[in-house]
């Protein structure tokens, strides 16, 4: 599978952006079928899933995100999708989609990660 995300940049602390993340040679009944979400890598950090969304569109946050970031899929498309609200400096991160959790099965291989989209929340 590979998985493209864009929709990064820089944008003042308080102010949105809306990542996107397509997911190419995947079948589509396969990909609806798995949990997908979004993980983001701070400099010096540990890469961290915060935000997740089921094949049922069930979704949850960590704490630090919840109620400012939104995630949302599109089955047709292959896609998934995180509105970022409220940002903060401490959003700054290189952002990522994979599905949750990103390891391989004899149907599909999700272990691999793709270059991820650059957000940086500064004034």
């Known amino acids: 599978v590979q998985l493209q995300a864009f929709g990064g940049g820089l944008v003042q602390p308080g102010g949105s952006l809306r990542l996107s993340c397509a997911a190419s040679a995947v079948s589509g009944s396969i990909f609806r079928a798995n949990a997908m979400g979004w993980y983001r890598q701070a400099p010096g950090k540990q890469r961290e899933l915060i935000a997740h969304i089921t094949s049922g569109g069930s979704t949850t946050y960590v704490d630090s995100v919840k109620g400012r970031f939104t995630i949302s899929r599109d089955n047709a498309k292959n896609t998934v999708y995180l509105q970022m609200n409220r940002l903060k400096p401490e959003d700054t991160a290189v952002y990522y989609c994979?599905?949750?959790?990103?390891?391989?099965?004899?149907?599909?291989?999700?272990?691999?990660w793709g270059q991820g989209t650059q957000v940086t929340v500064s004034s």
């Open positions: 994979n599905a949750v959790p990103p390891i391989a099965t004899k149907l599909v291989d999700f272990s691999s």
